[in-house]
């Protein structure tokens, strides 16, 4: 059974870093087919990506967000934790992680997706 | 072009089709992947590939591409889907993700 778990603070100040951790089960980060990638939703608004690593420690970043994002994992302890520096209110959002599956299908296409999200915490950012 | 484009809403009578699409230049090398997310919940996949569905997500759900265009057909909506619906893929560079801005169902 393949579960994430958001973990990590619920209300950060402006100005402060944001850490926070997913830990995985049901699943291997040292699999070779699978990632996990970082997405948030502020209230009531739409899904944004923000950041992915892979088991060859493959990572991307949203290009609006680069400069204030971190992404690394801990195989051994399944876990992948994200940094986000210099937190304001706008980053008030619903942090999810989720797991990347990769696969070729029967016509050659390399597809990837995201099939399993972690439940999300909600990180407000307020003084 | 790293934009996925929804309509805000759609509306579908009880046992009625409805086709949600998303537009995006993306589309056109990335197939899209759809995801149904309901109040206070994570978002659950429904489509991906080609069209395939994961397991318990039910055969009304279906997906087709064409062009710059994706498309989440739902054959005899339900009241349970009524909910939020997102569309996502690899940008047009592959290294990236985008995510449209999605479409709320309302199922009459």
């Known amino acids: 059974q393949v579960t994430l778990k958001e973990s990590g603070p619920v209300l950060v100040k402006p100005t402060e870093t944001l850490t926070l951790t997913c830990t995985v089960s049901g699943f291997s980060l040292s699999n070779a087919r699978m990632g996990v990638s970082w997405i948030r939703q502020p209230p009531g608004k739409a899904l944004e990506w923000l950041a992915h690593i892979f088991s060859n420690d493959e990572k991307s970043y949203s290009t609006s967000l680069k400069s204030r994002l971190t992404i690394s994992k801990d195989t051994s302890k399944s876990q992948v934790v994200l940094t986000m520096t210099n937190m304001d209110p706008v980053d008030t959002a619903t942090y999810y992680c989720?797991?990347?599956?990769?696969?070729?299908?029967?016509?050659?296409?390399?597809?990837?997706?995201?099939?399993?999200w972690g439940q999300g915490t909600l990180v407000t950012v307020s003084s | 072009s790293s934009e996925l484009t929804q309509d805000p809403a759609v509306s579908v009578a009880l046992g009625q089709t409805v086709r949600i699409t998303c537009q995006g230049d993306s589309l056109r090398s990335y197939y899209a992947s759809w995801y149904q997310q309901k109040p206070g919940q994570a978002p659950v996949l429904v489509i991906y590939g080609k069209n395939n569905r994961p397991s318990g997500i039910p055969d009304r759900f279906s997906g087709s591409s064409s062009g710059n265009t994706a498309s989440l057909t739902i054959t005899g909506a339900q009241a349970e889907d009524e909910a939020d619906y997102y569309c996502n893929s690899r940008d047009s560079s592959g290294n990236l993700w985008v995510f449209g801005g999605g479409t709320k169902l309302t199922v009459l």
């Open positions: 989720a797991r990347i599956r990769s696969y070729y299908d029967s016509s050659g296409y390399y597809v990837r997706l995201f099939d399993y």
